[in-house]
């Protein structure tokens, strides 16, 4: 089975079917992808057998190094082959791309190539720049702002099909490999009690069914952007950190002019994915002069330099020390704002020993290329909250000092935080509550720390105990877009709507896509009779591609109101299609028709309820009530005695067995003549 993979990938990939000598060029990037899961970085052969062989068919740089083990930063440098420092792009959701840096996708569009990208995460949406040169970005991942691996693949293969004459550039972008690691169910039972590995082998298998469609005489170039710690130096995920588990990374190269069964140790960075794309393609130096890295084919390649790497998420997420890092291969120095770490990577390659208090001789030139810490972050202008894909950046003036926290002494709130969170999904509130209130006292500076707690009390219905906990985080960091949200939530709870139309106000000016506050606020204006106000912000996330099932329904309820009826079931359908929960969705598709009188289109929606989802109490008791109300007493005793087999907590069912009881006392009541 594995020579017949490696043939066909081989003759997908050693072919001579070029575009007027131009051969197609296919990049792919795994995002969170541990290198050692992949065979020649020490994995097993087994989870990503599809990128093993591409690697056997081209070459493999084993000791590839991120430049940031953050989203967008390290993408902006692997798409531009320049330093962070130069992109202005330093974590997620923050900046926009240099306009002075060049882009892979505006050379190669240049020399005749169509441009395309599919992006699975909103990490890495367009308005941060990175879209420059591309033809079409799509970047519409919609509300739950991830697509899956599937999805990814089939828009790859529908643009491969319809490319039309010419080069092709593409670029694909895979997420499943991110917290919380989702897969089928085929891939999770193959890997029990391993999640991690069961997304790396799913993003695995759509690569190869993105390979297998590839052309004779593709270029291939494949690199994840950085890794995932899973717990190493106590680090549950990534990007508080630079360590290796989440520095390291996979890059290899496959195509024309690519040395088959190439295994190369000189170290190397993401930066130089773009040189080394345009060498194979014959158009370097003169195209990539203005890059920062180099072409790691030429025979100019430089076999002994110093590679970087920083993390400014701790300060902006936790208002924690950034880190900087620098390393030649062997010796790797790691500072923070109070002090300096020293690993020797060829003898210590588990960074267990600081030596920093005893430098060797030869660390000190490294120690020495150490970037100074600026004055303030280097955030930029723009910011936007993507905290369902967890930490985000909270943009902050503050200036930084020695007195900031080091993340190093902080990776017991990072385990507490993770912990926290999966409570949290599974439904435990009170005890997710507990842990998120302990990072607040254990750290009390950390505006991520009393978000999470007060929208975790939020969530649990403690609407009027979740302010003090968002405030105190606003109080922080002013421009938290989800926070601003967050109270929004609270203060309708609370029955104070126009407080939370300004809260929902503002979180949109810091997070224009934030669809959880664009929702409300449409709501509230449509509430207020104020269509010329609401009728803007749904159409913008609708033809922007960040409309969730709310969105859609509210827009059912207008074409309702219009007198445009089939309109309106369209959008109930698509509401259907996009919710998470489609017993709640269809519950609210049939509360809109009531408030509109459609009462026969209100109680058809019911029943189809009740037989889709016949654990879901609320569609039996507003069904049961509308009968009432329209006097049909035996089929309202009917749908309530049915309701009784549903969840019901306590209180609810001894009120439905009361209202079964005076229901079948009436029915025997003698009628009068």
């Known amino acids: 089975m594995r020579s017949l993979r490696f043939l066909m990938v081989l003759a997908l990939l050693s072919g001579t079917a070029l575009w007027g000598g131009s051969p197609d060029v296919v990049l792919i990037t795994l995002d969170t992808y541990r290198a050692d899961r992949l065979a020649p970085w020490g994995g097993p052969p087994s989870t990503a057998p599809n990128l093993n062989t591409l690697a056997e068919s081209g070459t493999a740089f084993l000791s590839c190094s991120a430049p940031a083990p953050v989203t967008l930063p390290s993408h ?17 959701g923050l900046g926009t791309l240099a306009p002075s840096v060049p882009a ?4 190669l569009r240049e020399k005749g190539y169509r441009c395309e990208a599919v992006i699975a995460s909103a990490v890495l949406e367009g308005r941060f720049g990175i879209h420059r040169g591309f033809h079409g970005y799509d970047d519409a991942v919609g509300p739950d702002l991830v697509r899956h691996a599937g999805e990814v693949t089939d828009r790859a293969l529908s643009i491969l099909t319809s490319r039309g004459a010419g080069p092709l550039f593409l670029w694909v972008h895979y997420f499943d490999t991110h917290e919380p690691y989702s897969s089928p169910e085929a891939f999770s039972a193959r890997f029990p009690s391993q999640p991690y590995d069961a997304a790396a082998a799913y993003v695995d298998a759509e690569v190869g069914r993105l390979l297998s469609a590839l052309a004779p005489g593709t270029l291939v170039a494949a690199a994840a952007d950085h890794g995932e710690a899973l717990g190493e130096h106590g680090e549950p995920t990534h990007g508080a950190l630079l360590f290796e588990p989440t520095l390291r990374v996979p ?13 190369r140790a000189t170290p190397c960075s993401l930066v130089d994915v773009g040189p080394t794309l345009l060498g194979l393609l014959g158009l370097a130096p003169e195209a990539s002069k203005a890059m920062d890295g180099t072409d790691l084919f030429s025979e100019a390649a430089p076999t002994s330099r110093i590679l970087l790497a920083e993390t400014w998420l701790p300060f902006h997420a936790f ?49 020495d290329r150490l970037p100074s810490f600026p004055e303030s972050s280097p955030a ?17 003036s503050q200036a930084l000092s020695r007195d900031l926290p080091d993340p190093h002494d902080r990776t017991g709130i990072l385990q507490v935080d993770g912990r926290a969170r999966l409570l949290r999904r599974q439904g435990d509130s009170e005890k997710a509550a507990a842990l998120f209130r302990s990072v607040t006292v254990e750290d009390p500076g950390n505006p991520s720390g009393w978000f999470e707690y007060g929208e975790t009390l939020r969530r649990s219905g403690g609407a009027r105990e979740a302010l003090p906990a968002l405030d105190k985080a606003l109080a922080l960091a002013p421009r938290m877009a989800e926070a601003h949200a967050a109270k929004g939530h ?17 979180a949109l000016v810091l997070s224009p896509r934030l669809v959880n506050a664009l929702n409300p606020l449409a709501a509230y204006h449509l509430d207020r009779n104020e269509p010329e106000k609401a009728f803007p912000l749904l159409e913008r996330a609708l033809s922007e591609g960040f409309a969730d099932q709310d969105t859609y329904l509210m827009q059912g309820r ?9 309109d309106a079931r369209r959008d109930f359908a698509a509401a259907l299609r996009l919710s998470p929960d489609p017993a709640l969705t269809l519950k609210a598709q049939g509360d809109i028709y009531l408030t509109r009188n459609l009462v026969q289109d209100a109680v058809r929606t019911f029943e189809t309820g009740i037989r889709q989802f016949p654990e879901y109490a609320p569609n039996y008791l507003t069904l049961g009530a509308v009968l009432l109300q329209a006097d049909r007493p035996e089929e309202a005793l009917a749908v309530f005695r049915s309701a009784l087999k549903a969840r ?11 209202m079964v009881r005076d229901l079948e006392a009436a029915g025997r009541q003698p009628q009068e003549p």
């Not at 902006?76 to 997620?92: I, K």
């Not at 924690?320 to 300096?340: E, H, M, N, Q, V």
């Not at 609270?490 to 106000?505: H, K, N, S, T």
Request: proline fraction near 8%; include cysteine; glycine fraction near 10%.
């Open 76 to 92: 902006a440098s692997l798409l531009t082959g320049c330093w962070p420092a130069r992109t202005g792009l330093h974590d997620n």
């Open 104 to 107: 892979l996708a505006e050379l």
């Open 251 to 263: 890059l290899l190269f496959a195509g024309p002019r690519v040395p088959k069964g190439g295994r």
């Open 319 to 367: 208002r924690w020390s950034p880190l900087i890092a620098a390393t030649d291969g062997r010796y790797k120095w790691i500072r923070s704002a109070s002090r300096d770490r020293l690993f020797d990577l060829r003898d210590d390659p588990a960074e267990t020993r600081d030596l920093s208090a005893s430098p060797p001789a030869g660390a000190a030139g490294v120690r």
């Open 380 to 396: 930029g202008s723009v910011e936007a909250s993507l905290r369902g894909l967890g930490y985000a950046a909270v943009p902050s």
């Open 490 to 506: 609270a203060l309708v709870a609370l029955d104070r709507p126009g407080e939370a139309a300004r809260c929902y106000e503002r």
């Open 558 to 566: 207008i074409h309702l109101i219009q007198g445009r009826p089939e």
């Open 648 to 658: 019901l907590d306590p209180a609810t069912r001894a009120d439905v067995e009361q």
